[in-house]
């Protein structure tokens, strides 16, 4: 078996650290809470793809990048120095850019083409979000792709790509989880048998890729789902799938950066970059639309490790039979019959020269719901896995007991020794407790994550709630599947029911009943456009101003329902 820890000093890690726009109970102000500090079981989000990337050995300078607008530079670059997550991770540290004209919506693709993000990347990089879980070990993929996507010397074509999706579907389930519409066909057979731990048996060749929302807008639209026959000439048996959801493993070859460069429209990586490529390896003609042509036909000769790409997939490479004529050699008598054409002459102008291969993007579908893969990018997602992760046994159990190899996300110990637990309290094993939190007598907690410096009051109830840092909770609050946000607080007596959210810093009344699904948020500055509309109302209606009814909550927030 190849050595790891020498796979990946060829690859740079990019991680997008986005807005968070489904997150928006939490992420409402990304200047001083952005989506990529947002706690999954007492941990920082960013930390989860920080211990994958240093797991598989990327550690080197400038090997993992983070890429964040410049409104939330100043809180991540604060947190990378003083959470005690993150300042734990080893050394060297990840830098940190933000490029000039990047916002909350900037696409994807567009990230990629800013000068200062091409700057940072000087050799075959992968591009990952800040939500990413993963428990599949990354030098698996890099041991992947440098198998069956990069080649080997002389290969006639350059190095593919390898995307990651996995399933929706199983023990990890949750509702309303965004899925993406997968077509593959099935690589050659290989030569050598797979070893045991081999990603190989579940690893295809993309033809397309698209949104399940796109795909609904093409048969709503088509009143069918429209198949070229293109697709079934190349590819006589393929495979569709509809329940998997894009993981945005993006594992990219160096020239990757002069593909988006030809192509100024596409906007985001999955949909455009993964998809037309993915469709350039049948569909007739989109070879030169988008301008694979002339880089497939020539070497990238952009930064010093084009040299990569180009001396593992030289286009002058020459075989022996090109220098040496070795039928002169041989002995055995060639017929000239052997020189007549099989097949009746054409007419030169119906010749159709071939094309250059497009190399291949390589889809590596993740068979089962474990090892566990997982974008936490809603609510729900925030929850399930964070009560996922707080149920894993501990990595420094009590007593040596034999015991699996734990989980890389496994916390050292369930409650931290700092934690302060009254007598009379039951608190279930599957339920993680941060520093510096005071639990009072009576109360009861089941499946939850409690996070740094919290306040449970005596005699409250939680079930499979999160509780973010610096949260106070009052006596006999009764939460049920609930996600409280940093420094809120929950008034004696309130009862918050399932896919309940409260804002970071909200203040729910005390013996405030909500609904299931209620989210609890305020709105800054209502006022002053309150009184903004009803000043222009005035000067309108000769001076008689509008009212407005704001049902405000403590500090003259609004509930909204």
Same mark, same amino acid.
């Given at each position: 078996?190849?050595?790891?820890?020498?796979?990946?000093?060829?690859?740079?890690?990019?991680?997008?650290?986005? #807005?968070?726009?489904?997150?928006?109970?939490?992420?409402?102000?990304?200047?001083?809470?952005?989506?990529?500090?947002?706690?999954? =079981?007492?941990? #920082?989000?960013?930390?989860?793809?920080?211990?994958?990337?240093?797991?598989?050995?990327?550690?080197?300078?400038?090997?993992?990048?983070?890429?964040?607008?410049?409104?939330?530079?100043? +809180? %991540?670059?604060? =947190?990378?120095?003083?959470?005690?997550?993150?300042?734990?991770? /080893?050394? #060297?540290?990840?830098?940190?850019?933000? #490029?000039?004209?990047?916002?909350?919506?900037?696409?994807?693709?567009? %990230?990629?083409?800013?000068?200062?993000?091409?700057?940072?990347?000087?050799?075959?990089?992968?591009?990952?979000?800040?939500?990413?879980?993963?428990?599949?070990?990354?030098?698996?993929?890099?041991?992947?792709?440098?198998?069956?996507?990069?080649?080997?010397?002389?290969?006639?074509?350059?190095?593919?790509?390898?995307?990651?999706?996995?399933?929706?579907?199983?023990?990890?389930?949750?509702?309303?989880?965004?899925?993406?519409? &997968?077509?593959?066909?099935?690589?050659?057979?290989?030569?050598?048998?797979?070893?045991?731990?081999?990603?190989?048996?579940?690893?295809?060749?993309?033809?397309?890729?698209?949104?399940?929302?796109?795909?609904?807008?093409?048969?709503?639209?088509?009143?069918?789902?429209?198949?070229?026959?293109?697709?079934?000439?190349?590819?006589?048996?393929?495979?569709?799938?509809?329940?998997?959801?894009?993981?945005?493993?993006?594992?990219?070859?160096?020239?990757?950066?002069?593909?988006?460069?030809?192509?100024?429209?596409?906007?985001?990586?999955?949909?455009? %970059?993964?998809?037309?490529?993915?469709?350039?390896?049948?569909?007739?003609?989109? &070879?030169?639309?988008?301008?694979?042509?002339?880089?497939?036909?020539?070497?990238?000769?952009?930064?010093?490790?084009?040299?990569?790409?180009?001396?593992?997939?030289?286009?002058?490479?020459?075989? !022996?039979?090109?220098? %040496?004529?070795?039928?002169?050699?041989?002995?055995?008598?060639?017929?000239?019959?052997?020189?007549?054409?099989?097949?009746? /002459?054409?007419?030169?102008?119906?010749?159709?020269?071939?094309?250059?291969?497009?190399?291949?993007?390589?889809?590596?579908?993740?068979?089962?719901?474990?090892?566990?893969?997982?974008? !936490?990018?809603?609510?729900?997602?925030?929850?399930?896995?964070?009560?996922?992760?707080?149920?894993?046994?501990?990595?420094?159990?009590?007593?040596?007991?034999?015991?699996?190899?734990?989980?890389?996300?496994?916390? /050292?110990?369930?409650?931290?020794?700092?934690?302060?637990?009254?007598?009379?309290?039951?608190?279930? =094993?599957?339920?993680?407790?941060?520093?510096?939190?005071?639990?009072?007598?009576?109360?009861?907690?089941?499946?939850?994550?409690?996070?740094?410096?919290?306040?449970?009051?005596?005699?409250?109830?939680?079930?499979?709630?999160?509780?973010?840092?610096?949260?106070?909770?009052?006596?006999? +609050?009764?939460?049920?599947?609930?996600?409280?946000?940093?420094?809120?607080? &929950?008034?004696?007596?309130? &009862?918050?029911?399932?896919?309940?959210?409260?804002?970071?810093?909200?203040?729910?009344?005390?013996?405030?009943?909500?609904?299931?699904?209620?989210?609890?948020?305020?709105?800054?500055?209502?006022?002053?456009?309150?009184? =903004?509309?009803?000043? *222009?109302?005035? *000067?309108?209606?000769?001076?008689?101003? !509008?009212?407005?009814?704001?049902?405000?909550?403590?500090?003259?927030?609004?509930?909204?329902?």
């Amino acid at each position: 078996m190849p050595a790891r820890s020498p796979a990946s000093p060829d690859f740079q890690a990019l991680i997008l650290c986005g #807005p968070g726009l489904s997150f928006n109970t939490f992420t409402s102000t990304p200047e001083d809470f952005p989506k990529a500090l947002v706690p999954i =079981a007492n941990r #920082p989000m960013i930390w989860y793809p920080l211990d994958w990337c240093q797991r598989m050995s990327i550690t080197t300078a400038e090997g993992i990048t983070l890429i964040t607008p410049q409104s939330s530079r100043k +809180v %991540i670059e604060d =947190a990378l120095s003083r959470n005690p997550h993150l300042t734990s991770l /080893p050394h #060297p540290r990840a830098d940190l850019i933000s #490029p000039e004209g990047l916002s909350q919506n900037t696409g994807t693709a567009e %990230i990629l083409r800013f000068p200062e993000v091409q700057a940072v990347i000087n050799g075959h990089f992968m591009v990952l979000p800040c939500d990413l879980i993963s428990e599949l070990a990354g030098i698996t993929l890099l041991e992947t792709w440098m198998v069956q996507a990069a080649g080997t010397i002389g290969s006639p074509t350059l190095p593919g790509a390898l995307g990651v999706w996995f399933p929706t579907k199983g023990e990890h389930a949750v509702k309303g989880e965004e899925t993406n519409f &997968v077509i593959t066909a099935q690589l050659p057979p290989s030569t050598v048998f797979p070893h045991a731990d081999s990603l190989r048996p579940n690893l295809s060749k993309l033809v397309y890729a698209t949104t399940t929302d796109t795909l609904n807008d093409i048969t709503e639209d088509k009143k069918c789902l429209p198949i070229r026959h293109g697709l079934l000439r190349k590819h006589g048996r393929i495979r569709t799938l509809t329940t998997t959801r894009d993981a945005h493993i993006y594992l990219f070859p160096y020239w990757t950066l002069d593909f988006i460069n030809q192509n100024p429209t596409f906007d985001s990586i999955g949909e455009d %970059i993964v998809g037309w490529w993915a469709k350039a390896s049948w569909q007739d003609g989109l &070879v030169p639309k988008l301008g694979l042509d002339k880089i497939l036909s020539h070497p990238p000769t952009t930064s010093n490790t084009s040299s990569k790409d180009a001396e593992n997939t030289s286009q002058t490479y020459t075989t !022996i039979e090109d220098e %040496i004529d070795l039928l002169s050699m041989s002995s055995t008598h060639i017929s000239n019959l052997l020189t007549l054409p099989s097949t009746p /002459p054409t007419s030169p102008n119906k010749q159709k020269p071939p094309g250059p291969t497009v190399p291949p993007f390589l889809a590596y579908i993740h068979p089962s719901p474990t090892p566990l893969i997982r974008r !936490i990018d809603t609510p729900a997602l925030l929850l399930h896995t964070s009560l996922h992760l707080a149920s894993l046994p501990p990595s420094t159990p009590p007593t040596p007991t034999p015991t699996p190899t734990p989980s890389p996300h496994a916390h /050292p110990l369930k409650y931290h020794p700092t934690a302060s637990i009254a007598p009379r309290t039951t608190i279930s =094993a599957d339920t993680l407790i941060a520093a510096n939190t005071t639990i009072a007598q009576h109360s009861n907690i089941k499946n939850c994550v409690i996070g740094a410096g919290c306040t449970i009051g005596a005699g409250a109830r939680l079930t499979r709630c999160v509780v973010m840092d610096e949260v106070e909770v009052g006596e006999k +609050v009764v939460m049920t599947g609930a996600v409280v946000g940093s420094r809120a607080r &929950v008034g004696k007596g309130c &009862v918050l029911l399932e896919g309940t959210e409260v804002q970071p810093g909200f203040c729910v009344e005390e013996g405030t009943e909500g609904g299931k699904g209620e989210k609890f948020m305020g709105f800054e500055g209502l006022e002053d456009d309150v009184k =903004a509309i009803g000043g *222009e109302e005035e *000067e309108d209606m000769g001076g008689e101003g !509008i009212e407005m009814d704001v049902d405000e909550g403590e500090n003259g927030r609004e509930h909204m329902m």
